[in-house]
């Protein structure tokens, strides 16, 4: 049987996600239910795949069903295209599996031209029923210039501006029938001005290009920014929608609105939303108009507010979860338009999940399924210190359209905050309204803050989806964009100046508030110990300080994985020492180095001991790699000339016979124990007498096991050596100590080489750690330090989908790990493994090492909720025997 490229909403459901996009199944599963929805169908998203495997074309057998289906729905709905009593008008949406919201294409009211509009208003003599007629019209030429032919937007603002500025008056609403009507034919001039064609008036010539410009829109740069981001894999493609029109732009007498269960800022169980009387969709998304709070509905329609109502219930009640609606109601009458499971703040998803649970409507493993792990990042960044911020008068109000504190200079453009990212600065992007070209300026910035827009703007609901700060809506400034200022509270601010915006409350601070710490407490904690009731996989961190490891054990780390020691001595009071050990050129000069760092680490290494309170403690020895410790600086050659009784001709000549071609493969890892063993032998004595004196301190309380770990080995012998060394030096401490210590000797798998050969390394090694930098660097062959100049080209030729850095690569990196798992565990069953590289705190990869069946994951301290959440998810979905 030949391939269904298309369905009517009827032959639909829920499930059918894959194939009809989120929003087709919604639809589907709304008419299933017996909702007021317009009945239209849905294109599939195989023939978006199709659409590009023909060379970007709709092929003729899926445009043959696609008229089959037109016809259905003009029975269905008793009109027709191009119908000049009963005209079908149609919007044409996007849909895929996983929501994109503002991402992708929409074009609303096609189906109009000429004789369409002037057959509509001879039938209809209200005069207001003329002025809605041109309107749609004005509206559906502009859409479809600015969508499917690429026409900018902005010619046809100035247009509008131009004809209200001409008659005098503020808003759109104001313009009457007879200016729109003009305003339309200006449309088409400009239509025919820009492309040297006119304006198509076939509905079906509309109707197809419309489609493919939904399909294009699939491969627009926003949404491979947005995929990239959110694991949307390309390969899904996109549905396109077909629905009939039901018109909010009617008259007063209907509007249109965009609504939430809960509150998607706080969770909170309430009906959110907003809505527009004598508007059409994009008027509230848009941020156009600021529209007005959804419980004012209830005054102006009573009747469709009061079903609306039970609308949300049912569709709660059927989705288990929060939900996003768009409707319209016309003439008084209810139709919805979409629903969606709603993008929800972090702080909004556990509250809602915590609360689901407690209504009875999930369980706990289906709360800790609904929350994004990397959402948890926001609630982890710093919070305004509650007493500055009481000590601090705000300057201003919008919405609280997604919570956080953002502090930082002013900048205008998306451009300059992508700049100011670069050069390490703290911005906050402020702008009169945003529109999906300034994500990446949005994703840049510390936060945003518009003028107009509600909390469903794009900015806002962008600003969510990304976890990032943003106060909407306050029209108390007045914005100069071309001169990059703004007046608030009768002060004007220019770009670079500093201003503090809370998402919460919606408050805007002249000037910056200090921040302090977020917590895991209330329902965060909640979510949380349901994660950890549920996950299999361990979850350690990487840290090199004291610090960083108590505020690790407070988010929740059972141990570290990870202690980069040449990470101490980037401290300005120790680089000097570090230097003249790798700048000795006899074993007395690296001796009498090493001796002056030896107490540096050892007190170093009590510190993290006493962090982590007896948790496992991995200390990886010395991995610099040395371009990142040679002195370039003029003084510090100095400094370093005269510490070691040198000249400084001496030193540079030393430095310049350290270098090498290529750092990252070079004179690093273990390969500097094998030179200088000496150099081995003092961390060894540094973490076992550090252990020793800590168990001492601690006695009763609790016994620490260091871990001592061999960085970029590939070689059995090589490891082997190293661990003799290490072995005889800890075992002479432990015997003059008089004491018992018990400690592990395993090595770091980050070399290909050292992967093909786990079963040998494990002959050795008691652990294994992946160092999956390392061996994503290797097993790619490309550096970590150089990939971002080229990576960027793999993506718009989509050769990779993602930075194989960022998310491990499961097909090659994730098979060296897999095989070094089983012939490790051939030879030693009881290895333990875990993986240090950046992956370990990245959702996908986690259940990537959960499915591997590693015993832990170890990553930065912020990440650490983060993997905990992620395994538990793994757990939950792929429960190991
Ligand atoms: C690794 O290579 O994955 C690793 C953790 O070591 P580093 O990043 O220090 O090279
Ligand atoms: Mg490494």
Redesign the pocket.
Known sequence: MSTKYVYLFSEGNANMRELLGGKGANLAEMTNIGLPVPQGFTITTEACTRYYDDGRQISDDIMTEVMEYVAKIEEINGKKFGDLKNPLLVSVRSGARASMPGMMDTILNLGLNDDVVAAMIAGNPDPKFERFVYDSYRRFIQMFSDVVMSVGKKYFEQLIDKMKAEKGVVYDVDLTAADLKELAQQFKAEYKNQLGEDFPSDPIVQLKEAIKAVFRSWDNPRANVYRRDNDIPYSWGTAVTVMPMVFGNLNENSGTGVAFTRDPATGEKKLMGEFLTNAQGEDVVAGVRTPMPISQMEEKFPAAFEQFKQVCATLEDHYRDMQDMEFTVENGKLYMLQCRNGKRTAQAALKIACDLVDEGMIDEKQAVLMIDPRNLDTLLHPQFDTAALKAATPIGKGLGASPGAACGQIVFTADDAIAAKKAKKKVVLVRLETSPEDITGMKAAEGILTVRGGMTSHAAVVARGMGECCVSGCGDIKMDEENKQFELAGKTFHEGDCISIDGTTGNIYDGLIPTVDAQIAGEFGRIMGWADKYRQLKVRTNADTPKDAAKAVELGAQGIG?T?TEHMFFDPDRIAAFREMICSDTLEERVAALAKIEPMQQSDFEGIYEAMEGRPVTIRFL?PPLHEFVPTEEEDIELLANAQGKSVEQIKNIIASLHEFNPMMGHRGCRLAVTYPEIAEMQTRAVIKAALAVNARHAGEYTVVPEIMIPLTGEVKELKYVKDVVVKTADEIIAQSGKELKYLVGTMI?IPRAALTADAMATEAEFFSF?????TQMTFGFSRDDAGKFLGAYYDKKIYENDPFAKVDQVGVGQLVAMACQKGRATRPDIHLGV??EHGGDPSSVEFFHKTGLDYVSCSPFRVPIARLAAAQAAIKNPRK
Request: glycine residues 18%; proline residues 0%.
């Open positions: 990870l980069r991995d980050e160092g999956t930098n390392d061996l240090c590289g």
